[in-house]
């Protein structure tokens, strides 16, 4: 019965968090083109980490608003990195003097040190609505979820 009612929470839990997914990406562009991939991703990232931490509902409730604030920070760095790396390439490709290469390099090693930056932001803040044991098992869940998305994608393409 204790299973039933966890299995039901955590579709419930999945389902608010793909509505509230969904309406926050439609603004997007191209989000709506890619065929709910991108949501399915996600609704099986939220079901897993919710297993994997053991949420309750309560804690649950309190958690995903705070985790998906962490998520669009993480999606932004990344962008910052990316354009980084790509001035980079860009200027390695031009043959820029050592002086603007240095520029775009040091930009480009600070936008990874503040992509970093991220989780040691959030963490303190998940500490106040779960325990750390809690949000120890998020990102160690985290890493595990990404793994099992490699290990899936790889048994696809034989």
Known sequence: ???????????????????FSASAQKGHKGMDRDDGWQQRMQSEKIAFLTNAMGLTPTEAQNFWPLYNRMEKERKQSFGRVFSAYKALSDGVEAGKDPQELSELLNRYTDAIKNSHGVEAKYTPIFEK??????????????????????????????
Do not use: D, W
């Open 1 to 19: 019965m204790k299973k039933i009612i966890k299995t039901a929470v955590v579709i419930i839990l999945v389902s608010l968090a793909c509505s």
């Open 129 to 158: 609505v779960i325990p750390v044991e809690k949000v120890a098992r998020l990102y160690i869940g985290e890493e595990s979820f990404r793994r099992h998305q490699i290990r899936k994608l790889n048994s696809e393409e034989r």
